[in-house]
Nanobody, 115 residues
Framework: QVQLVESGGGLVQPGGSLRLSCAAS????????MAWYRQAPGEERELVAS???????NYSDSAKGRFSISKNMAKNTVDLPMNNLKPEDTAVYSC?????????WGQGTQVTVSS
């Protein structure tokens, strides 16, 4: 059974920064794709950023230029530094790890952007 544990969420003022981290119970390089999703109240879950086993990255339009997904080999984590945060970034952010026939999800971490 794969476990994913997110950390780094919290309350931040508009324009501030947070760094999310997703720790996996097995090598992050064993997954085809790892990704960050978010879900705001009353909204559907949406992809924020993803990174393939080969290092290819993909971002939502709202994340481009502000967020950056990367793998930390030493810590076995997938990190998401987020800069210039806006109130509309407020959501529960969840980590996902995918294999060809199965996907795993973490519990999520709350990000609140408010003054």
């Amino acid at each position: 059974q794969v476990q994913l544990v997110e950390s780094g969420g919290g309350l931040v003022q508009p324009g501030g920064s947070l760094r999310l981290s997703c720790a996996a119970s097995r090598s992050i390089f064993s997954f085809n794709v790892m990704a960050w999703y978010r879900q705001a109240p009353g909204e559907e879950r949406e992809l924020v950023a993803s990174i393939t086993n080969g290092g290819g990255v993909n971002y939502s339009d709202s994340a481009k230029g502000r967020f950056s997904i990367s793998k930390n080999m030493a810590k076995n984590t997938v990190d998401l530094p987020m800069n210039n945060l806006k109130p509309e970034d407020t959501a529960v952010y969840s980590c996902s790890a995918r294999l060809p026939t199965q996907a795993y999800w973490g519990q999520g971490t709350q990000v609140t952007v408010s003054s």
